[in-house]
């Protein structure tokens, strides 16, 4: 019997980038505790555990990654740190009875609201969709427990959709979220923050400050700003900052 969809979430863990920071025994496991503590968390809340989760590192770590991953309890069945090339032996294994391929964007070190895969598995896009894309989120420092409702134009989360015969026979697009606005798309989880970008003690993207940089005099509430739909020009909103801790702890309650 031919599944519809198979929901892959693909995490990029040290095996991009030119520093060489990421392949040390001091980095890796310093990512790894944040993964352990947020990202799995997130993921083993998840309402659907239909979904596959591959966690890809550069080979040249492998030992000090699995030296470090047995310091740990073993992951869920689902869940696995992988090399590239073994990551994409799994894939066609795994879309051999598939007709579509969702390849979901999560970094490891932040989070999905519990409810995103079982959402993902219930939306109807059209045919023609190859970009699905959640505009919504929250900005979670931890380091000093500030949270704050943020609006991201291009989000590296989402997904992209993916023939699975294609894929097999190496035909498939090498679409990512970078494209999703140059691609057929449809916007999902309208004003409804699904997930959390992560700042923590080694960020090198963004900071907290940053982000209260991007606050808009003309827009009191970051979720309720429309859809930007323009590939051309940049679109990011903060606020408001959630101040109640007991709120705090609520909407942290939904992510991990």
Same mark, same amino acid.
């Given at each position: 019997m031919v599944q519809e969809k198979k929901i892959v979430v693909e995490m990029l863990f040290n095996n991009w980038?030119?520093?060489?920071?990421?392949?040390?025994?001091?980095?890796?496991?310093?990512?790894?505790?944040l993964f352990m503590?947020?990202? /799995? &968390? +997130?993921?083993?809340?998840? $309402? !659907?555990?239909?979904?596959?989760? %591959?966690?890809?590192? #550069?080979?040249?770590?492998?030992?000090?990654?699995?030296?470090?991953?047995?310091?740990?309890?073993?992951?869920?069945?689902?869940?696995?740190?992988?090399?590239?090339?073994?990551?994409?032996?799994? /894939? &066609? +294994?795994?879309?051999?009875? $598939? !007709?579509?391929?969702?390849?979901? %964007?999560?970094?490891? #070190?932040?989070?999905?609201?519990?409810?995103?895969?079982?959402?993902?598995?219930?939306?109807?896009?059209?045919?023609?969709?190859?970009?699905?894309?959640?505009?919504?989120?929250?900005?979670?420092?931890?380091?000093?427990?500030?949270?704050?409702?943020?609006?991201?134009?291009?989000?590296?989360?989402?997904?992209?959709i993916l023939n699975a015969d294609d894929y097999l026979k190496g035909q498939a697009p090498r679409h990512t979220w970078r494209d999703a606005l140059k691609i057929s798309r449809e916007f999902i989880n309208i004003n409804e923050p699904v997930w959390i970008n992560h700042i923590h003690g080694q960020n090198t993207a963004t900071t907290f400050e940053n982000m209260l940089g991007w606050k808009d005099s003309k827009v009191e509430n970051a979720l309720l700003l429309e859809p930007w739909t323009d590939a051309n020009r940049s679109r990011a909103c903060f606020g408001p900052e959630v101040t109640d801790p007991d709120e705090i702890k609520r909407i942290l309650s939904q992510f991990y």
């Open positions: 980038g030119s520093s060489p920071e990421r392949l040390t025994e001091h980095w890796i496991s310093y990512r790894l505790g503590n947020y990202t /799995l &968390k +997130s993921l083993m809340l998840q $309402t !659907s555990q239909d979904f596959s989760c %591959y966690a890809l590192y #550069d080979p040249k770590s492998e030992a000090v990654v699995h030296k470090i991953l047995d310091l740990f309890p073993p992951l869920p069945a689902n869940i696995r740190f992988v090399t590239p090339v073994l990551y994409k032996s799994l /894939l &066609k +294994s795994e879309l051999r009875d $598939t !007709s579509r391929m969702y390849r979901v %964007y999560l970094s490891s #070190d932040d989070m999905y609201h519990k409810d995103f895969i079982k959402k993902l598995h219930l939306y109807k896009p059209q045919r023609e969709t190859v970009a699905l894309i959640p505009q919504y989120g929250y900005a979670y420092d931890s380091v000093r427990g500030r949270l704050g409702a943020f609006f991201f134009w291009l989000p590296s989360y989402g997904a992209t």
